[in-house]
């Protein structure tokens, strides 16, 4: 992995929907579970500050969906509050895996593939926006951006959830990650104390943050915060 003197490629998007169209089968194997104990954790953190705002349905976006196992699922399985949710994901063969995934549920979700930061959605329309492991793959002067623009879409107390990275990190570069000939992946981030202070200057208060570590060699920055 190159992470010293690299510069963020022009081409990013491109390159990154062509890798995980191309790794979807094998990271798929390794890290969709339906008992992620973190993800789950925290979607359940979420969900009683929903319901503790008296929310019965609530409409959520998820960022980075993958195949909707096991986020987007939970969130349409829950009851309490019973949500809408609008899931996106860059790679083209996600979204279809997700689509095939959670036809049971087509009537409450709507799957948009494409760039997250390019997404539009009217001011103050959404209770909630998820992100596990995606937001960490924009260049971090875009995941201010984004988090700015999230801060507009969120109705008033509507809630962010999401992980970042916990080390400070202008470019992180895999050529061939999960051992892929075509796993060529991008991550950045601020470090937690720069992400915690950039989420609280978008309009955000932290309610959680924690480092949690994930898989084997790697460790995370949750965060659940709400409109101020």
């Not at 009851?79 to 959670?102: E, G, H, M, R």
């Not at 596990?132 to 924009?138: A, P």
Request: net charge negative; aromatic share 10%; hydrophobic share 40%.
């Amino acid at each position: 992995m190159s992470s010293t003197n690299s510069q963020v490629p022009e081409d990013l998007k491109a390159r990154m929907k062509e890798s995980y169209d191309a790794i979807a089968t094998e990271y798929n194997s390794r890290f969709v579970r339906d008992d992620d104990a973190i993800r789950l954790d925290y979607l359940e953190r979420l969900f009683q500050r929903l319901r503790e705002n008296g929310k019965q349905d609530a409409t959520v976006l998820e960022l980075g969906c993958g195949a909707g196992i096991p986020g987007t699922r939970t969130l349409l399985e829950n009851k309490s509050p019973s949500f809408s949710v609008t899931a996106n994901d860059l790679s083209t063969t996600q979204i279809d895996l997700a689509k095939k995934n959670l036809e049971a549920y087509s009537e409450r979700l709507t799957l948009v593939q494409g760039d997250m930061l390019q997404l539009s959605f009217e001011d103050g329309s959404l209770d909630a926006v998820v992100g596990f492991y995606s937001i960490i793959h924009l260049p971090r002067e875009e995941q201010t951006v984004l988090l700015h623009k999230i801060a507009k879409w969120l109705k008033p107390d509507g809630f962010l959830l999401a992980n970042f990275s916990k080390e400070e990190l202008p470019v992180a570069i895999d050529e061939n990650w999960l051992k892929q000939e075509k796993g060529w992946v991008f991550w950045s981030g601020w470090g937690s104390e720069k992400t915690l202070k950039i989420v609280e200057d978008a309009g955000f208060e932290v309610l959680i943050k924690e480092v949690k570590q994930d898989v084997k060699d790697a460790a995370f920055l949750w965060i659940l915060a709400k409109v101020k």
